[in-house]
């Protein structure tokens, strides 16, 4: 299964989102850089217990400053 697939089903089915999975699945599997931040931050996300969706994402980034980085704004 591609990367960005698993980040499509995390995104879409954060239930499925497994602490074992976040441990064996490191950032720098991520070959494409965008998708190595976004992993990053779900990861940040399930370590604070936080929910986990595209808005906590979005905002997540754009208080790291890196959603405009990605999307040329």
């Known amino acids: ?7 499509n089903i995390f995104l879409t089915n954060p239930t499925l989102i497994e602490e074992e999975l ?7 599997s991520f ?3 965008p998708h190595r931040i976004i992993y990053q931050i779900i990861c940040e996300l399930k370590e ?3 929910v986990i969706t595209l808005t906590t994402l979005i905002n ?3 208080d790291k400053n890196l959603l405009k980085i990605y999307l040329k704004i």
């Open 22 to 28: 976040l441990l064996s699945l490191k950032a720098e």
């Open 60 to 62: 997540r980034l754009q």
């Open 1 to 7: 299964m591609g990367r960005g697939a698993i980040l």
């Open 48 to 50: 604070k217990n936080s």
């Open 31 to 33: 070959y494409f850089e």
